[in-house]
């Protein structure tokens, strides 16, 4: 693998790795406002207070807003899928535990993302179903039933 593209995965590796953090932390969020939405939405202004003097230190300038009414309509899903991402780990995190919802968030991507660029959806470039893909997303959807299923028949620890 050129070095290029150990970094780059290195660097989805991490992105990826504060994923359970977020989850966590937003669904103490929602718990302390008194509701998963309340979370969603303080976390989604905490992004936004973030990014803010990022782009000033990158000098990102203004966008070019004129080319919006060209673009295709789904751009706008970026949004919507963020929503329901947060809303979803707030939910789903503290019932199936930081790995649990993990590995169930992945398996879910993995199998869209096998869609997305079998056809080429999103912008992204047409990436046809190849075999050893297919064994992939079943090695994924596979740790997914192992980590989620392995206690099935397992008597609960002692005072749970």
């Not at 979370?39 to 202004?45: F, N, R």
């Not at 673009?71 to 707030?90: D, E, N, S």
């Not at 080429?120 to 959807?141: D, M, N, Q």
Request: overall charge positive; glycine content about 14%; some cysteine.
């Amino acid at each position: 693998m050129p070095t290029n593209a150990v970094l780059l995965t290195l660097a989805a590796v991490i992105a990826g790795a504060v994923v359970p953090f977020q989850a966590g932390a937003n669904a103490a969020l929602g718990r302390a406002l008194g509701h998963p939405l309340w979370g969603t939405l303080i976390s989604l202004c905490v992004s936004f207070a973030c990014i803010l003097p990022v782009m000033v230190l990158a000098k990102t300038g203004t966008p070019s807003l004129s080319h919006l009414a060209q673009a295709p309509r789904w751009i706008w899903i970026g949004g919507l899928v963020g929503v329901v991402y947060i809303t979803g780990a707030l939910l789903l995190a503290p019932k199936l535990g930081a790995a649990g919802f993990v590995v169930a968030a992945i398996a879910g991507q993995m199998l869209a993302s096998i869609v997305i660029d079998q056809w080429g959806l999103v912008g992204l470039p047409r990436k046809p179903l190849s075999p050893s893909r297919l064994v992939g997303l079943g090695l994924v959807f596979l740790g997914l039933i192992v980590m989620q299923f392995q206690g099935l028949g397992a008597k609960p620890p002692a005072g749970s």
